[in-house]
């Protein structure tokens, strides 16, 4: 089981965060957590390349900029973190 905690960065502070529990993670389906999490916040689905699946599975972490959005976003980032 691991928790993911995702923080909307705006000027370096955090302005909203959201934390799902994954039972058995899988980053075959990491796309679906990251659906979860972007509806949980409210915000549009950013597109998941293979660098942030391995960020987040090497790493655990990974960062959405608002480069990796199709549509338009107010903020500087999405960070996505294993925090458990």
Known sequence: MIRI??????????VKSHEITVQN???HI????VR???YGL?????VVLDKHIIDFTV???TRFF???FVESVDFEKLV????G
Request: aromatic content about 18%; charged content about 35%; glycine content about 2%.
């Open 42 to 46: 409210d915000i549009p689905t950013p």
């Open 30 to 33: 990491f796309d679906e957590y």
């Open 5 to 14: 905690w995702a923080k909307i960065i705006i000027d370096g502070k955090i």
């Open 66 to 68: 608002k480069e990796d």
């Open 59 to 61: 790493y655990k972490s």
């Open 25 to 27: 993670y899988d980053y």
């Open 36 to 38: 979860e999490i972007a």
């Open 80 to 83: 996505l973190e294993n925090v």
